[in-house]
């Protein structure tokens, strides 16, 4: 059964960092794109970052690149989202979500991924 379990999120200062775990079941995270999205109160739903299955080709959204990094642990099938410099702009439910497809990659975007965990809360705040 294909599972994604969310966590890392909290309560962090304007400028703080937070790193996000997005655990892998059912499934090897390498073979497969791998997105965080978020999700901001009133929002819809965006994508933030992808690492491609395979040779790991990463994007990221504009608002968050040079402050956000996506990784993979392959060993772990975790993939990962440091943030840094966070700003309240950035506050939100985080979702992970995954392309089914094996050795599917993050150039079709993030329509192709299925978002399958709970989310983790993050709140940017003072």
């Known amino acids: 059964q294909v599972q994604l379990v969310e966590s890392g999120g909290g309560l962090v200062q304007p400028g703080g960092s937070l790193k996000l775990s997005c655990a892998a079941s059912g499934f090897i995270a390498d073979h497969h794109a791998i997105g965080w999205f978020r999700q901001a109160p009133g929002k819809e739903r965006e994508g933030v970052s992808c690492i491609s299955g395979g040779d790991g080709t990463i994007s990221y959204e504009d608002s968050v690149k040079g402050r956000f990094t996506i990784s993979r642990d392959n060993a772990k099938n975790t993939v990962y989202l440091q943030m840094n410099s966070l700003r309240p702009e950035d506050m939100g439910v985080y979702y992970c979500?995954?392309?089914?497809?094996?050795?599917?990659?993050?150039?079709?975007?993030?329509?192709?991924?299925?978002?399958r965990g709970q989310g983790t809360k993050v709140t940017v705040s003072s």
């Open positions: 979500g995954v392309d089914l497809i094996i050795g599917s990659s993050c150039l079709g975007g993030y329509r192709s991924l299925e978002v």
